[in-house]
């Protein structure tokens, strides 16, 4: 079944990449492990799979050591400051930044350990209360530019979480503000690369306006039991 759905996924990133004009190899695909075994894991390895994404960061790193094959780990959910302690040394990627104090304690935690880490801002594009990511401009640009002052975080793009909805034009009014800011602070000198964007129900959208990141869980491993 994993393979199975993962074919599919593969099939549908080839599709909407054709009709954006752009190459395959322009979205990397994120698998959101959250809550899924490590057997689960390695066999998404073996299928190719490189990089993982995690939502906990006691579930990051009681993982890491358990997986037989060097990958790319992601840390894709909101991230208390408590807990970059144990991000930091595993995940390349940071998704979720919403602060200025987490940026600091980031850079901070990265300096200990000689470590460029790489972070995306987290955007609330759908202006729902229930997400956490920023709302205002100006703040965004202010932690732009506060990652530019440090010597250990390179922010790299931005990252957002779309309505769970079926609504096509919704979902991609909320890709495009975010594609449209990537660009803003690009007009400003801040060369961001990366589009972190659409999750299962919503991939094909998020790549047809210009997501470099997909985060996809269930369409990939299947639905989560939360009661394990």
């Known amino acids: ?15 909407a990449c054709f009709n954006a004009s752009r190459p395959e190899t322009s979205v990397r695909l994120i698998a959101v492990s959250k809550t899924k075994p490590i057997d689960k ?26 997986t037989s094959s060097k990958v790319n780990w992601h840390f894709i959910g909101h991230l208390q400051s408590n807990k970059v302690k144990d991000v930091v040394p595993i995940a390349e990627y940071i998704h979720a930044v919403d602060s200025l ?3 600091r304690e980031i850079d901070k935690r990265a ?30 640009f202010e932690i732009a530019s506060a990652c530019n002052e440090t010597s250990n975080v390179k922010l790299v793009g931005l990252m957002t979480m779309a309505p769970f909805t079926n609504e096509d034009e919704i979902l991609r ?25 659409g999750i299962s129900n919503d991939f094909k959208i998020a ?22």
């Open 173 to 197: 009014n909320c890709f495009i503000k975010l594609r449209n800011l990537k660009q803003k602070l690009n007009n400003n000198g801040f060369n961001l690369s990366e589009l972190s964007m």
């Open 207 to 228: 790549i047809e306006e210009g997501a470099t990141m997909v985060r996809i869980g269930t369409a990939l491993f299947g639905a989560r039991n939360y009661q394990c």
């Open 101 to 103: 104090k987490l940026v």
């Open 111 to 140: 300096k200990n350990i000689n470590k460029i880490q790489k972070i995306l801002i987290e955007i609330n594009t759908s202006m729902e209360s229930s997400k956490f990511g920023l709302t205002n401009e100006d703040d965004v």
């Open 1 to 15: 079944m994993l393979k199975e759905n993962y074919l599919n996924i593969v099939d549908i990133i080839k599709h």
């Open 41 to 66: 894991i390695e066999e998404a390895i073996k299928l190719g799979i490189n990089d993982f994404g995690e939502n906990k960061a006691q579930e990051l790193k009681s993982k890491v050591p358990k």
